[in-house]
């Protein structure tokens, strides 16, 4: 949809330069009560990756995934995957990349959109590079916010970026499944993808990661339960190895999604050779800093933008420029970055009208929550054991198998989990938690809602879950807890 938007305007309160999920809350946050007037500039699709790219269709593919494996797991029940049907749904949940209804939802909110590629070009003002080639000049009463995302990371390996590997962006909005791929990296979205990518049909896939284990942010038995069920679907993992050189027949640009070219002939750093039809490189993301006009406001381009907990950029000064979402690297998932712009937005708003008071989203970070959607699920929230101790904290660990649940076993009689809690010693604290194993997502709001409100351990023991649900997790790992402090003669 094309934004409207008066063509003469040129000045409002606020500027989202980034029409992302996190600047769309941004604009939300900064003008709802203040009467504040904010425009967003986008130059592809409102809504950004998440939308199209990245959360939306990863989950809409890995769903039916997950329901047939289920299924399988259960005596007199028996789910099929038609993969054809499954990408359909997959177009419908990103509105087959027309971002129609989100810019009629800022527009109904009173948000302005224009459309084009933004600069900063000094203090409060961004230049617009339209699509026709003519540039417009928009300046900021207020603030102007960025918003602009990251993109993927390819490494730099010989004969990688000629072969036009897959990213997300095409593993996402897959048209074909390919019979044979590699899969570069051991983190979310290589992980992720497996799932799917052999879900849906692809009779070899293979992962290879430097690492000597999955998902290595997490507490180390996540890793391992993902890989274990990964090996049991017939994905073949390579640990502890890296692409050395690629070489691919006609390399072809056939779009986003379609395979991009002949066969891919893939040479590891120890003389393995694999050959595909399809790569995709998961090995992290960059943000999109280089090109946005950071040298006018005395700021290198490239790299991350650092802020403080306003979510105001650290090294400008005036108070008028913020970061939200991935580009800030504070953490790069889609409700961290729309938690940090409704705090940039509201202290934008508190700002204008002069307010002492300021909220922080110094508080809510402790949460971290993210949930990795394999399967089985992983999800945390807090620390890890080791960035705790890392970070000097004296700490006491509890951790309990899933499986030993009613609440599990009525779920799937092969249930295999883990769960742990990290505690802080001096403040009987949960400041971590992990739970690895099918169905666990939704639990990792109790333990962010632990963290966060830093509920002490005995008030948590008050907490009574519902039999027989997964939440009994709670229950044992406290149980466990106090029994481990008795052994310690401790309680
Ligand atoms: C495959 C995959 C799956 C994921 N799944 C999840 C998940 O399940 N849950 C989760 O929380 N996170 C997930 N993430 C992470 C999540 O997608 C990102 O954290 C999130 O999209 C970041 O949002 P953002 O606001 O920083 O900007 P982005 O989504 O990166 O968007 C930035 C926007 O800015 C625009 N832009 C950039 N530069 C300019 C410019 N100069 N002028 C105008 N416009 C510009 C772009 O066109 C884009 O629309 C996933 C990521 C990937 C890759
Ligand atoms: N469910 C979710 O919440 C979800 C899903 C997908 C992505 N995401 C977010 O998107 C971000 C990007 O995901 P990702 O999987 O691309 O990144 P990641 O940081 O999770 O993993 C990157 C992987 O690539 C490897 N790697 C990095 N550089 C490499 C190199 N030069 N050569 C070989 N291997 C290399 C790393 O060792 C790691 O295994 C993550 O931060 C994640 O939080 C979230």
Request: one cysteine or more.
């Amino acid at each position: 949809m094309a934004a409207t938007v008066d063509p003469d305007r040129s000045a409002w309160d606020v500027i989202v330069l980034g029409g992302a999920a996190a600047g769309e809350n941004a604009a939300q946050y900064a003008s709802r009560f203040s009467g504040l007037s904010s425009v967003l500039v986008e130059d592809a699709l409102l809504g950004g990756e998440c939308s199209y790219w990245a959360c939306m269709p990863s989950k809409a593919l890995l769903r039916p995934v997950e329901v047939v494996d289920a299924a399988a797991r259960l005596p007199g029940v028996s789910a099929e995957l038609r993969a054809a049907e499954v990408l359909a749904r997959r177009d419908r949940v990103i509105n087959h990349l027309d971002d129609g209804s989100q810019v009629s939802w800022a527009l109904g909110a009173g948000i302005d959109v224009v459309r084009g590629y933004g600069r900063l070009a000094g203090e409060r003002t961004v230049d617009v590079t339209r699509p026709d080639g003519s540039v417009r000049t928009l300046t900021a009463r207020h603030a102007v916010v960025v918003d602009t995302g990251s993109r993927p990371a390819v490494p730099d390996v010989p004969g990688l970026r000629a072969a036009l590997p897959w990213t997300s962006r095409d593993v996402t909005t897959m048209r074909e499944v390919p019979r044979r791929v590699v899969v570069l990296g051991g983190g979310v979205v290589a992980c992720e993808s497996a799932t799917w990518l052999r879900g849906l049909g692809a009779s070899e896939v293979s992962v290879v990661h430097r690492g000597d284990r999955l998902l290595s942010r997490q507490e180390p038995f996540a890793g391992e339960l993902v890989g274990e069920a990964l090996r049991e679907t017939g994905v073949r993992l390579l640990p502890g190895r890296n692409f050395s050189r690629v070489k691919r027949s006609d390399p072809a640009g056939t779009g986003h999604g379609r395979v991009h070219g002949g066969e891919v002939t893939v040479t590891l750093d120890d003389g393995t050779v694999l050959v595909a039809d399809e790569l995709v490189v998961a090995t992290g993301r960059v943000p999109n800093t280089e090109d946005i006009g950071l040298d006018t406001v005395g700021l290198d381009p490239g790299g991350n933008l650092p802020v403080d907990d306003h979510q105001c950029v650290r090294g400008v000064t005036g108070d008028w420029l913020y970061a939200v979402g991935d580009v800030c690297g504070r953490a790069l998932l889609t409700h961290m970055g729309k938690y940090q712009a409704r705090i940039a937005g509201e202290v934008i708003a508190a700002r204008a009208r002069g307010a002492a008071e300021l909220p922080s989203a110094a508080a809510g970070h402790v949460g971290l929550p993210q949930v990795v959607f394999t399967d089985p699920e992983v999800g945390s929230a807090g620390t890890t054991e080791a960035q705790a101790r890392e970070a000097g904290v004296d700490v006491e660990v509890v951790e309990y198998d899933l499986a030993a649940l009613a609440g599990t076993y009525v779920l799937r009689e092969d249930y295999r989990g883990r769960a742990k809690l990290v505690v802080d010693r001096a403040s009987d604290t949960v400041v971590g938690a992990t739970f690895a194993g099918a169905g666990i997502a939704e639990l990792v709001h109790s333990a962010t809602t632990a963290i966060v409100g830093r509920i002490p351990v005995s008030t948590l023991w008050h907490v009574v879950p519902s039999y027989p649900t997964v939440s009994e997790i709670w229950l044992r790992l406290l149980e466990t807890l106090r029994a481990q402090r008795h052994e310690a003669g401790r309680e």
